[in-house]
C-alpha cells in the first residue's frame, strides 16, 4: 500500500488533462476550487452528495444553488439527492466530537464510488477549501480511500482562495450558508452550545 500511495501522489504533481472528480460540499466552495482546478489543466467534474446539511430545505437550497452555478461555470455535475439524514446522524452521534471524520469519510466514500464508476483519474474534495475543515484529516481519510478504491486523491490547500471565493459569489448573489451544514455546526453557529 505505501507503494501505491507514493505513487498516486507523484503522479498526481501533474494533473494537466486528468479527469479529476470534484466532491462538491457547497456552490460559494466551489468557486475557487473549479478555477484553480482547471487552472492546473484538470478536466473537472462534479459530484454532489450531503446527506449531513441540515434542515432539508437548506439541503434543497444548497442544491439548488449549486445547479445554478454548475450552469454557469460550464461543469458537468452528477448529484445523489439521496437524503440519508438517519444514517449521518447516527454515525455522527457514535463518533461524538469527532463527528466530522465520519461525515468526511461517509462523504468522499460515496465520492471515490461515484469516482470508479465514472473513470475518474484522482478525486478531491471542496472541503480542503474552507478553513474550517480539518485539512489533515481529510486528507488522511481520502489517501486511505485511494489505496481502498484505487484512484488517488489529490490534496491542494486550496485555502488561498478563500476570499476570492466570497468575493466572487457576492458578485454573482449567489446564496451563502452560514454554518457548515450538519445540525450540530448549525447549534454551534447561532449560540446552542
Not at 11 to 18: S, T, V
Not at 41 to 57: D, K, L, M, R
Not at 183 to 188: R, Y
Amino acid at each position: 500500500m505505501e507503494k501505491y500511495t507514493e505513487r498516486c501522489y507523484n503522479a498526481l504533481m501533474e494533473i494537466e488533462g486528468k479527469k479529476v472528480l470534484l466532491h462538491i460540499c457547497c456552490a460559494p466552495c466551489s468557486i475557487y476550487t473549479i478555477k484553480h482546478l482547471r487552472n492546473e489543466g484538470a478536466q473537472v467534474s462534479g459530484f454532489f452528495y450531503n446527506p449531513n446539511i441540515h434542515p432539508y430545505t437548506e439541503f434543497q437550497r444548497r442544491l439548488e444553488t449549486l445547479n445554478h452555478y454548475a450552469k454557469i461555470a460550464l461543469i458537468p455535475l452528477s448529484v445523489d439527492s439521496s437524503y440519508d439524514l438517519e444514517a449521518f446522524l447516527m454515525g455522527a452521534l457514535e463518533h461524538g466530537k469527532d463527528r466530522c471524520l465520519f461525515c468526511y469519510r461517509m462523504r468522499l466514500e460515496k465520492t471515490f464510488l461515484k469516482g470508479v464508476e465514472a473513470g475518474a483519474e484522482a478525486i478531491t474534495t471542496t472541503l480542503l477549501y474552507s478553513k474550517y475543515q480539518r485539512h489533515d484529516d481529510i486528507k488522511a481519510i481520502g489517501e486511505g480511500l485511494a489505496g481502498t478504491y484505487g484512484i488517488p486523491f489529490l490534496y491542494r490547500d486550496f485555502r488561498e482562495g478563500w476570499k476570492y471565493g466570497i468575493e466572487e459569489s457576492k458578485k454573482i448573489n449567489m446564496y451563502r450558508q452560514q454554518y457548515c451544514g450538519c445540525i450540530f455546526s448549525e447549534k454551534e453557529r447561532y449560540g446552542g452550545g
